[in-house]
Nanobody
Framework: QVQLVESGGGLVQAGGSLRLSCAAS????????MGWFRQAPGKEREFVAA????????YYADSVKGRFTISRDNAKNTVYLQMNSLKPEDAAIYYC???????????????WGQGTQVTVSS
C-alpha cells in the first residue's frame, strides 16, 4: 500500500502562491487517483482537486478553479498542488489522498497523508 507525505505548506500573504507536494512510497503510485482535500478549524473536510492516474483528467472544486493546479509526476511518485492568488479562506490543513477512482468524496480515498498547514494572512 502506498504511503503519503505532504510538504510545502507555510505562511503566505493574500495574493501569494504556494506549491504543495505529496511524495508517495511504493511502486503502485501510478495506479492511484490522487486528490487534495483541506480542513479548516471547525469545518468539514473539503475537496480541493483530483487527478487521474495518467494525469490526463483533473477535477477542481469551484472555489479553487482557475487559481489552483493539480499535477503529478509518476516517475517521481509525487503529486503537486500549485496554489496561486491565495485568499484567507484558503487557510487550512491540506491533505493528499490516494484512491481507486476520480471523486470529490473523501470517503472514496483509501490512503491519506498527515497534512500540511497553509496559513494565509490578509
Amino acid at each position: 500500500q502506498v504511503q503519503l507525505v505532504e510538504s510545502g505548506g507555510g505562511l503566505v500573504q493574500a495574493g501569494g502562491s504556494l506549491r504543495l507536494s505529496c511524495a508517495a512510497s511504493g511502486r503502485t503510485f501510478s495506479s492511484y487517483v490522487m486528490g487534495w482535500f483541506r480542513q479548516a478549524p471547525g469545518k468539514e473536510r473539503e475537496f480541493v482537486a483530483a487527478i487521474s492516474w495518467s494525469g490526463g483528467d483533473t477535477y477542481y472544486a469551484d472555489s479553487v478553479k482557475g487559481r489552483f493546479t493539480i499535477s503529478r509526476d509518476n516517475a517521481k511518485n509525487t503529486v503537486y498542488l500549485q496554489m496561486n492568488s491565495l485568499k484567507p479562506e484558503d487557510a487550512a490543513i491540506y491533505y493528499c489522498a490516494a484512491g481507486p477512482g476520480l471523486s470529490s468524496n473523501w470517503r472514496a480515498y483509501d490512503v491519506w497523508g498527515q497534512g500540511t498547514q497553509v496559513t494565509v494572512s490578509s
